[in-house]
């Protein structure tokens, strides 16, 4: 996950948001409105704690998966049945996980992959590891939530991957690439098929300014011996939809969406490796694209699956921040990172007209730096993760929140609380738990809040 850079501070310290929120106020469940929700149990991924939560509407812990690794390997998915998949182990400094590995209820392995790249572990010995982060998916689960038409299975898919891989690529730039890579896993542990950015890169349309900006960048993670130049944290199936099925082949169900957060760009990359669709870098180019706005460090971009409201739309979580190559500015002076924005968006866009169909905004109160996502639920509301804060809250089309949940477990040295991403599930898809009970809460009104 990117870092909070110095022109994001600014901004922020310019808005009056940064660094001044309080330090005490209520966790768990704090607004529910049964009737205006799309009720189910909601997975967490927490960035500190070594974990999968599940939640009911009120914000009880019913279920508790332990050892998968957020922080490395990015969201936790439930299958039907109560099954889980994640991903697990750690190989610090690089932000990756060792495998992903899928359990049932009772925490029996069912399927688990990590044989893909041979590291150096602290002790010196070579080993096996995934080197997976930020993404994966399943075939037949393609936005990696819910919806009516998808039913996955727990095994028997292939698994999309988002993997690293170091390399050196002097045409990109002059130090050694911490570069992304897709790799596509069969059940039985083959790879058959795989995609690295870097091969690429022409075929992005970085301008003149950005790819000498990419050049010239040190690499924000030296630490981890290599330049992490794209940083692509989405990639998912595209899936089935009614463009494909209309005769547009650049969404294929197999094609791949990938969001680059360090270049500010989505791209659709097709099987046979080419980029077919691209939005971004720079949002300034027509009318269309300056109706959107300029798209800042996104997350967990994806197209929303058919059976849901705006099924084949584009919905993004649009961090702001800082981010972008080739935009030159007085404190960018590189033309790295000088793209930056203090507030967040949620967007959903038309891929063919680029249309932007709706949003949620709320300047001054809804803003994440980094991680965070959106799920469009089947009653038309979108939940989303604003994930450094761990809040996770569910909007109706009008942009009003009808739940809201403050994940109250805190854990690391600077007591953090961020979650990854939630998702949310049917009841049924875990029937070993029972229907929970469901109470509603009224938000409390600032004055009504007394501490003894």
Same mark, same amino acid.
């Given at each position: 996950?990117?870092?909070?850079?110095?022109?994001?501070?600014?901004?922020?310290?310019?808005?009056?948001?940064?660094?001044?929120?309080?330090?005490?106020?209520?966790?768990?469940?704090?607004?529910?409105?049964?009737?205006?929700?799309?009720?189910?149990?909601?997975?967490?991924?927490?960035?500190?704690?070594?974990?999968?939560?599940?939640?009911?509407?009120?914000?009880?812990?019913?279920?508790?998966?332990?050892?998968?690794?957020?922080? %490395?390997?990015?969201?936790?998915?439930?299958?039907?049945?109560? @099954?889980?998949?994640?991903?697990?182990?750690?190989?610090?400094?690089?932000?990756?996980?060792?495998?992903?590995?899928?359990?049932?209820?009772?925490?029996?392995?069912?399927?688990?992959?990590?044989?893909?790249?041979?590291?150096?572990?602290?002790?010196?010995?070579?080993?096996?590891?995934?080197?997976?982060?930020?993404?994966?998916?399943?075939?037949?689960?393609?936005?990696?939530?819910?919806?009516?038409?998808?039913?996955?299975?727990?095994?028997? %898919?292939?698994?999309?991957?988002?993997?690293?891989?170091?390399?050196?690529?002097?045409?990109?730039? %002059?130090?050694?690439?911490?570069?992304?890579?897709?790799?596509? =896993?069969?059940?039985?542990?083959?790879?058959?098929?795989?995609?690295?950015?870097?091969?690429?890169?022409?075929?992005?349309?970085?301008? %003149?300014?950005?790819?000498?900006?990419?050049?010239?960048?040190?690499?924000?993670?030296?630490?981890?011996?290599?330049?992490?130049?794209?940083?692509?944290?989405?990639?998912?199936?595209?899936?089935?939809?009614?463009?494909?099925?209309?005769?547009?082949?650049?969404?294929?169900?197999?094609? @791949?969406?990938?969001?680059?957060?360090?270049?500010?760009?989505?791209?659709?990359?097709?099987?046979?490796?080419?980029?077919?669709?691209?939005?971004?870098?720079?949002?300034?180019?027509?009318?269309?694209?300056?109706?959107?706005?300029?798209?800042?460090?996104?997350?967990?971009?994806?197209?929303?699956?058919?059976?849901?409201?705006?099924?084949?739309?584009?919905?993004?979580?649009?961090?702001?921040?800082?981010?972008?190559?080739?935009?030159?500015?007085?404190?960018?002076?590189?033309?790295?990172?000088?793209?930056?924005?203090?507030?967040?968006?949620?967007?959903?866009?038309?891929?063919?007209?680029?249309?932007?169909?709706?949003?949620?905004?709320?300047?001054?109160?809804?803003?994440?730096?980094?991680?965070?996502?959106?799920?469009?639920?089947?009653?038309?509301?979108?939940?989303?993760?604003?994930?450094?804060?761990?809040?996770?809250?569910? =909007?109706?089309?009008?942009?009003?929140?009808?739940?809201?949940?403050?994940?109250?477990?805190?854990?690391?040295?600077?007591?953090?609380?961020?979650?990854?991403?939630?998702?949310?599930?049917?009841?049924?898809?875990?029937?070993?738990?029972?229907?929970?009970?469901?109470?509603?809460?009224?938000?409390?009104?600032?004055?009504?809040?007394?501490?003894?």
């Amino acid at each position: 996950m990117a870092r909070f850079s110095h022109l994001a501070a600014i901004a922020a310290l310019a808005s009056g948001a940064a660094w001044s929120s309080p330090t005490v106020y209520p966790t768990g469940t704090t607004i529910y409105y049964p009737a205006r929700t799309w009720s189910g149990f909601t997975v967490i991924s927490a960035l500190g704690t070594p974990a999968v939560l599940v939640i009911d509407m009120n914000g009880n812990l019913v279920k508790r998966w332990d050892d998968y690794d957020n922080s %490395a390997g990015g969201p936790a998915r439930v299958l039907p049945g109560g @099954v889980i998949i994640a991903a697990a182990g750690a190989r610090p400094p690089h932000q990756e996980s060792l495998e992903i590995l899928e359990r049932d209820f009772g925490g029996k392995v069912i399927w688990q992959f990590g044989h893909n790249l041979q590291v150096q572990a602290p002790d010196g010995t070579s080993i096996w590891a995934l080197r997976q982060h930020h993404d994966w998916q399943r075939a037949d689960f393609p936005a990696g939530y819910y919806s009516p038409g998808a039913t996955p299975a727990a095994i028997g %898919a292939r698994t999309l991957i988002l993997t690293h891989v170091s390399k050196l690529m002097p045409d990109i730039a %002059a130090v050694t690439l911490e570069d992304d890579r897709l790799i596509e =896993v069969t059940p039985d542990g083959n790879i058959d098929w795989e995609w690295t950015a870097g091969e690429h890169i022409g075929e992005f349309r970085f301008s %003149a300014a950005a790819r000498a900006a990419i050049k010239a960048s040190p690499g924000p993670n030296a630490a981890r011996n290599g330049f992490d130049w794209l940083h692509t944290n989405a990639a998912t199936y595209i899936g089935p939809n009614h463009w494909f099925d209309a005769g547009d082949q650049r969404f294929a169900p197999d094609n @791949v969406l990938i969001s680059s957060r360090q270049a500010s760009l989505l791209a659709i990359v097709a099987r046979n490796g080419s980029i077919v669709w691209q939005l971004g870098p720079d949002f300034s180019q027509t009318k269309q694209l300056q109706a959107i706005g300029q798209i800042i460090g996104q997350h967990n971009a994806h197209i929303i699956p058919k059976g849901l409201p705006g099924a084949g739309n584009v919905l993004v979580f649009d961090n702001g921040g800082a981010s972008g190559y080739g935009f030159t500015t007085p404190l960018a002076p590189k033309g790295a990172d000088g793209l930056a924005r203090p507030n967040s968006r949620v967007l959903e866009i038309n891929p063919v007209t680029l249309e932007l169909v709706w949003k949620y905004e709320a300047l001054g109160k809804f803003y994440a730096s980094n991680i965070s996502g959106a799920q469009r639920l089947v009653n038309g509301n979108t939940l989303i993760t604003e994930g450094p804060d761990g809040r996770v809250f569910e =909007v109706t089309p009008d942009g009003k929140i009808v739940w809201e949940y403050i994940n109250p477990l805190f854990s690391g040295p600077q007591s953090s609380n961020a979650v990854y991403r939630a998702y949310r599930v049917p009841y049924g898809w875990i029937p070993q738990l029972p229907h929970p009970y469901e109470k509603a809460v009224a938000a409390p009104k600032p004055d009504e809040i007394k501490v003894p």
